[in-house]
Every structure is written in C-alpha cells, then in structure tokens.
C-alpha cells in the first residue's frame, strides 16, 4: 500500500482497503467511515508541493497475529522529507499503526480498520537535543 502511496496510484491503495474499512487518519480527528469519507478527506488535502515534500516511507518492528481469516498487524511507519526550502535537514514523522486485515474471497487480505497516531511529526527543521 505504500509503495502505491508513493507513486500517487490512488486505484492500487484502494485495492488494498475494504470499501467499507474505518480509518483513523493521522490528519483528520473524526473516524472515517467508508471509501466516500476518505475521497472526502484526500480531496480536502493540501496540494503537492504546498508543504514539506515526502521522500519515502519506511514500515518497521511489525508484529502481526493471524486469528484465521483476520489479522492483526501493529508496526512504526518513518515518513522521510526533502530538505527545506533552505536546504536544512528536516525531521523524519514517526507514527505508529494497528491494522486490522480480513481475507477476501480470493485468499488475499483487506485492511479493514487502519489507526494512524503521530508520535514524532515530521517535514519541519531538524534540530539537535
């Protein structure tokens, strides 16, 4: 879903979600419920290039439990940025993620419920502590 996320294919994320699948998005404070509430929360994005740019995303430490037809899936997502307008080093966004995944028909999985909750944002200045 990421690498789809990254190359901006909006159909390849989709096939990845239930059509019905809830979402806590890390940029919008009510529950989404359904494919036509996230429509409604990508249209009210910024557009590209009108803040700090993405460079890729990195999934990590998952830990997944598979209760027969649906799985748990709990892991850390690193959104790395381009340097700012100035040139300066920007800070990575950590946030962590619980997914919950269904099996389709066809044996494959759908994310059913996603939770995003930003524990570092991230695109501004890095600073040293």
Same mark, same amino acid.
């Not at 996320?5 to 990845?16: F, K, Q, S």
């Not at 590209?48 to 799985?71: C, I, N, Q, R």
């Not at 995944?101 to 044996?107: F, H, I, K, N, V």
């Given at each position: 879903?990421?690498?789809?996320?990254?190359?901006?294919?909006?159909?390849?994320?989709?096939?990845?979600?239930?059509? *019905? !699948?809830? +979402?806590?998005?890390?940029?919008?404070?009510?529950? $989404? $419920?359904?494919?036509?509430?996230?429509? /409604?929360? &990508?249209?009210?994005?910024?557009?590209?290039?009108?803040?700090? %740019?993405?460079?890729?995303? #990195?999934? =990590?430490?998952? #830990? +997944?439990? %598979?209760?027969?037809?649906?799985?748990?899936?709990? =892991?850390?997502?690193? +959104?790395?940025?381009?340097?700012?307008?100035?040139? !300066?080093?920007?800070?990575?966004?950590?946030? /962590?993620?619980?997914?919950?995944? &269904?099996?389709?028909?066809?044996?494959?999985?759908?994310? +059913?419920?996603?939770? *995003?909750? %930003?524990?570092?944002?991230?695109?501004?200045?890095? #600073?040293? %502590?």
């Amino acid at each position: 879903m990421y690498e789809a996320y990254m190359a901006g294919d909006r159909t390849a994320i989709d096939a990845r979600l239930d059509p *019905e !699948a809830t +979402v806590w998005d890390s940029a919008a404070d009510p529950l $989404l $419920l359904g494919r036509a509430d996230l429509e /409604r929360l &990508r249209d009210e994005r910024p557009e590209p290039g009108s803040g700090p %740019v993405e460079t890729g995303l #990195v999934a =990590y430490d998952p #830990v +997944v439990d %598979v209760f027969g037809d649906t799985a748990l899936l709990r =892991y850390w997502l690193r +959104v790395d940025f381009a340097p700012g307008p100035d040139g !300066a080093a920007t800070r990575p966004e950590l946030v /962590r993620n619980t997914a919950v995944l &269904r099996r389709d028909a066809d044996g494959g999985w759908l994310i +059913v419920h996603l939770h *995003e909750d %930003v524990r570092q944002p991230g695109g501004v200045p890095a #600073v040293d %502590v």
